[in-house]
T-cell receptor, first 114, second 113 residues
Framework: AQSVTQLDSQVPVFEEAPVELRCNYS??????LFWYVQYPNQGLQLLLK??????LVKGINGFEAEFNKSQTSFHLRKPSVHISDTAEYFC????????????FGEGTQLTVNP | DVKVTQSSRYLVKRTGEKVFLECVQD?????MFWYRQDPGLGLRLIYF???????EKGDIPEGYSVSREKKERFSLILESASTNQTSMYLC????????????FGQGTRLTVV
């Protein structure tokens, strides 16, 4: 069985500060990993994804994430956040087998304060 | 443009009613999912389907069933709605090929009174 744990439910930061949102996963097979963002009253939007290859993945809006197989982690980072980054962020995992489920974490609420 | 369409944005139903939530996709994706989203609990998987007429239970299937008679349509059924099923319901699709990503509908806010 696969699972995702987002280690922080809420992350408050000041504008222009760096941020890291942590995600750990468990799976017995090779995985695909995703970060999604949900702005208030909107649907989920893909930020970035890891499928294979380079472990450092760049996404939209200046976000990036690093896949670490040995630590089974996929942490999301941004060097300098803006007020507009305030949103809920979800980490998700699916496997490369057919008929595979797509499992999400509990979400991390990022609040950027002026 | 990718489209995952959920039949209703808002629904209000009475306790004990049978409720149908419909999801239609135009991506020709094999996999389709139903989640419910509740504050602090993230997205919890109710059911998913990886092919027509194929379904798998997710993490919280109790009180729900699903139907997938055609590839593009995946229905979530609440057999007898209860107040603890008041939630936001999200449908998603995911292709089976490499370099895929999941696409979501806009969600259905269901209130059971």
């Amino acid at each position: 069985a696969q699972s995702v744990t987002q280690l922080d439910s809420q992350v408050p930061v000041f504008e222009e500060a760096p941020v890291e949102l942590r995600c750990n996963y468990s799976s017995s097979v090779s995985v695909y990993l995703f970060w999604y963002v949900q702005y208030p009253n909107q649907g989920l939007q893909l930020l970035l994804k890891y499928l294979s290859g380079s472990t450092l993945v760049k996404g939209i809006n200046g976000f990036e994430a690093e896949f670490n197989k040995s630590q089974t982690s996929f942490h999301l980072r941004k060097p300098s956040v803006h007020i507009s980054d305030t949103a809920e962020y979800f980490c998700a995992v699916t496997s490369k087998t057919s008929g595979s489920r797509l499992t999400f974490g509990e979400g991390t609420q990022l609040t950027v304060n002026p | 443009d990718v489209k995952v369409t959920q039949s209703s944005r808002y629904l209000v139903k009475r306790t004990g009613e049978k409720v149908f939530l419909e999801c239609v996709q135009d991506m020709d994706h094999e996999n389709m999912f139903w989640y419910r989203q509740d504050p602090g609990l993230g997205l919890r998987l109710i059911y998913f389907s990886y092919d027509v007429k194929m379904k798998e239970k997710g993490d919280i299937p109790e009180g729900y069933s699903v139907s997938r008679e055609k590839k593009e349509r995946f229905s979530l059924i609440l057999e007898s709605a209860s107040t603890n099923q008041t939630s936001m319901y999200l449908c998603a699709t995911l292709g089976a090929a490499v370099r895929t990503e999941a696409f979501f509908g806009q969600g259905t806010r269901l209130t059971v009174v």
